[in-house]
């Protein structure tokens, strides 16, 4: 079918038909990249930030390891180490998170720039 309709509210209250064409050909065309953009958000970018605390408690542990080699009891206050350790991967956390949360409002903005390209609700059908 070539012709789209939809229903549309006027500020009357009146109803209107707003009419779109598009052949499905088009349409799938159209709609390919925002698939193959949400495919690749939900596969590749999303499992990254799956295991954050893990990482920094990684990196933290490491951090630890590789102060303990300075360390020296008779001057040295472990706790002083493990602040410096734990702050390590609280940086990592934070710098990753702020990462994840960045990479999130660009996906939104790509979302409202290409919403008057295409329907907006068959983008977020796309995008989950």
């Known amino acids: ?7 549309v509210i006027l500020i009357g209250g009146e109803a209107m038909r707003a009419q779109l064409y598009l052949d499905n050909r088009i349409r799938k065309m159209l709609k390919e990249p925002f698939e193959t953009f949400a495919k690749t958000y939900h596969e590749r970018v999303i499992p990254i930030f799956s295991s954050l605390e893990e990482e920094s408690q990684a990196i933290a542990d490491e951090k630890y390891e590789d102060l303990g080699k300075y360390f020296n009891p008779e001057s040295d206050d472990p706790a002083d180490y493990a602040e410096m350790a734990w702050e390590a991967g609280l940086e990592h956390y934070e710098s990753m998170s702020l990462m994840q949360y960045n990479m999130k409002v660009k996906r939104n903005r790509q979302i409202t720039l290409s919403k008057n390209r295409w329907d907006y609700s068959t983008i977020i059908s796309c995008l989950g």
């Open 1 to 7: 079918m070539l012709l789209k309709e939809r229903l």
